[in-house]
T-cell receptor, first 110, second 114 residues
Framework: GIQVEQSPPDLILQEGANSTLRCNFS?????LQWFHQNPWGQLINLFY???GTKQNGRLSATTVATERYSLLYISSSQTTDSGVYFC????????????FGPGTRLSVLP | AAGVIQSPRHLIKEKRETATLKCYPI?????VYWYQQGPGQDPQFLIS???????DKGSIPDRFSAQQFSDYHSELNMSSLELGDSALYFC?????????????FGPGTRLTVT
């Protein structure tokens, strides 16, 4: 069946370190977004990236749709980057609703 | 820029009561999605509407119903509330009719059932 996997499930970093989060999906997709859920529960949209590469400040993302994965890069991490990062996709032929991955919980220590 | 508005932001109900959650999409967005996120879980799709018609249905309990009104706002009605309904409820909108699939999420409604 359709599924979204994320790795690693948990990540602990020192402030200033870099990290790479991965999202694998089981079928072809027509939408992929990365979200950061902050400690207050809000889902912050980081990237709309069904394919290609985008950058926004210290964050960048790459989706290789033909190989069914996406990567989120966080450079020079800050304590405010802590939280859960979700990858969400809409699969071709499965409607327009998101299927979320289980998330990566990131803790950035001062 | 205008964002998705959800009300109320917090709601406390007792078991067997009813609750109504409201969602106001971004202006000119024709599609609304509802998601439920239980504690420690990822969001799960409940139901969506496109141009005021139900378009997709996910794991929405029969006790829940929803609709989209002529002004495109949407309401999620929840009856016979159970402790397990305690969750964050997100609404998202997109201008799907314009071919844009990016979904914009509201701040969520935190429902606590006691």
């Amino acid at each position: 069946g359709i599924q979204v996997e994320q790795s690693p499930p948990d990540l602990i970093l020192q402030e200033g370190a870099n990290s790479t989060l991965r999202c694998n999906f089981s079928d072809s997709v027509n939408n992929l977004q990365w979200f950061h859920q902050n400690p207050w529960g809000q889902l912050i949209n980081l990237f709309y990236i069904p394919s290609g590469t985008k950058q926004n400040g210290r964050l960048s993302a790459t989706t290789v749709a033909t190989e069914r994965y996406s990567l989120l890069y966080i450079s020079s991490s800050q304590t405010t980057d802590s939280g859960v990062y979700f990858c969400a996709v809409t699969f071709d032929n499965y409607g327009q609703n998101f299927v979320f991955g289980p998330g990566t919980r990131l803790s950035v220590l001062p | 820029a205008a964002g998705v508005i959800q009300s109320p932001r917090h709601l406390i109900k007792e078991k067997r009561e009813t609750a109504t959650l409201k969602c106001y999409p971004i202006p000119r967005h024709d599609t609304v999605y509802w998601y439920q996120q239980g504690p420690g879980q990822d969001p799960q799709f409940l139901i969506s509407f496109y141009e005021k018609m139900q378009s997709d249905k996910g794991s929405i309990p029969d006790r829940f119903s929803a609709q989209q009104f002529s002004d495109y706002h949407s309401e999620l009605n929840m009856s016979s509330l159970e402790l397990g309904d305690s969750a964050l409820y997100f609404c998202a909108s997109s201008p799907l009719g314009a071919g844009v699939q990016e979904q914009y999420f509201g701040p969520g409604t935190r429902l606590t059932v006691t």
